[in-house]
């Protein structure tokens, strides 16, 4: 299985500030990642695909990068609705074998 | 727009099985370009994949789950199911269902609309 895993845990960023969280995968899954933002009681919203594809109706203050192992989510001008839960996910083998990583929570400072 | 939704018992009885069920709503379960998936979340927990369906059938598990695990799919009421036999309290979790859409910028199926959830408790 592949494991991900996400840093920090959680992070603490002012309101229009810029956030950079890090995903790394166990083993190489190319560009297969995705990026997705969970608030409380709701469910993952698609954020970022193929690494750095935004999803549809994603702003552009968010962007993702990398390839391989090591990968970035980066939200610029941090707005209230941003604090929240991000979790990667990896989609790299068919037959299917999805893992997710542990999740970073960004805070407000 | 795509909307997706599951029902279920809400709470189950240790040993027991669990039948979820995710209704796709504007939109067809038989779109050649999807998959169907279900995802879930123990509380305060990650995230976990479970397994994903074909409208044709063909299905996939988590390899842990694979011995408990039934995903099938009804395309008469576009619909897609979860059954999980011999319940314990590790499968106490938020339950999503989630279409998996082909992205060619990936080649791959990535979750990109999903349902709010159910919640299952696993009692004894």
């Known amino acids: 299985e592949i494991v991900l895993t996400q840093s920090p845990a959680t992070l603490y960023v002012s309101p229009g500030e810029s956030a950079t969280l890090s995903c790394r995968a166990s083993e190489s899954i190319a560009i297969n990642l995705a990026w997705y933002q969970q608030t409380p009681g709701q469910a993952p919203r698609l954020l970022i695909y193929g690494a750095s594809t935004r999803a549809t109706g994603i702003p552009a203050r968010f962007s993702g990068s990398g390839s391989g192992r090591d990968f970035t989510l980066t939200i610029t001008s941090l707005q209230s609705a941003d604090f929240a839960v991000y979790y990667c996910h990896q989609y790299y083998a068919w037959p299917p074998e999805d893992t997710f990583g542990q999740g970073t929570k960004l805070e407000m400072k | 727009q795509l909307q997706l939704e599951e029902s279920g018992p809400g709470l189950v009885t240790s040993s027991e099985t669990l039948s979820l069920t995710c209704r796709v709503f504007?939109?067809?379960?038989?779109?050649?370009?999807?998959?169907w998936g279900w995802v879930r979340q123990p509380p305060g927990g990650g995230l976990e994949w479970i397994g994903t369906?074909?409208?044709?059938?063909?299905?996939y598990y988590k390899e842990s789950l694979k011995s408990r695990l039934t995903l099938s799919v009804d395309t008469s009421k576009n619909q897609f199911s979860l059954r999980l036999t011999s319940l314990t309290a590790a499968d106490t979790a938020l339950y999503f269902c989630?279409?998996?859409?082909?992205?060619?910028?990936?080649?791959?199926?990535?979750?990109?609309?999903w349902g709010r959830g159910t919640l299952v408790t696993v009692s004894s």
């Open positions: 369906i074909y409208f044709r059938g063909t299905s």
């Open positions: 989630a279409r998996q859409a082909y992205k060619s910028e990936s080649s791959a199926y990535v979750p990109d609309v």
């Open positions: 504007g939109g067809s379960i038989s779109a050649i370009s999807s998959y």
